[in-house]
């Protein structure tokens, strides 16, 4: 299996991360809903959501990627906060716990479709108010899961990581290698 293929959707992490590991990348971006279902636990949500993307954007005899990745807390899914009082409040709660994120991906090639799921805890650290809000004016959180970027300013936040860092950025290599060797040998 060559080191080329469609990367189904818009994240510049999970491009940066495929092109670090010399893949040759073209970015589809799907069109999906991604409204999780009810009672839908987070790891079967970011499963669906990584099989929806690529199926939505990576023809069958194609090779492509997807993923989705949520933070939880309490058993709540933390998405994008998109404002700042969002913003803000996530931070907040996750100020000097420990967190998952869960990470969903799925993988097409040869007509095959594999898919799973990796999680990593993150611990935040006791975090001022002053510390919030200074994070929370760089912009950076807005867009992320869970309100902070691991790769970004987001990392004073932590005290620890246990499990794939990767993931917590948006997609574990570990993972695609991992389903790359299983389809190659599946055939």
């Given at each position: ?30 069109q ?7 009672g839908?636990?987070?790891s079967?949500l ?8 690529l ?38 709660s ?12 799925a ?7 594999i898919?799973?799921v ?26 992320k899961a ?9 990392a004073?936040?932590i ?7 990767e ?13 790359m ?7």
């Amino acid at each position: 299996m060559d080191k080329t293929l469609i990367l189904a959707s818009q994240s510049p992490q999970r491009l940066r991360l495929l092109q670090d590991y010399g893949f040759t990348i073209e970015v589809r971006i799907p069109q999906i809903d991604e409204t999780p279902k009810s009672g839908e636990f987070p790891s079967a949500l970011v499963e669906r959501l990584a099989l929806e993307k690529l199926r939505d954007v990576v023809e069958v005899e194609e090779t492509g990627l997807a993923a989705d990745t949520v933070a939880v807390i309490d058993n709540e899914i933390l998405g994008k906060p998109g404002t700042q009082k969002r913003a803000t409040a996530m931070l907040e709660s996750l100020s000097g716990r420990t967190h998952q994120i869960v990470g969903g991906i799925a993988f097409r090639h040869d007509c095959q479709d594999i898919s799973g799921v990796v999680s990593s805890e993150v611990t935040f650290r006791d975090l001022t108010d002053e510390e919030i809000e200074d994070y929370v004016k760089t912009g950076e959180p807005l867009d992320k899961a869970g309100g902070y970027a691991i790769q970004g300013r987001g990392a004073d936040l932590i005290s620890r990581v246990h499990g794939c860092q990767e993931n917590v950025i948006g997609l574990s290599m570990n993972a695609v290698f991992e389903l790359m060797r299983l389809l190659k040998t599946h055939k």
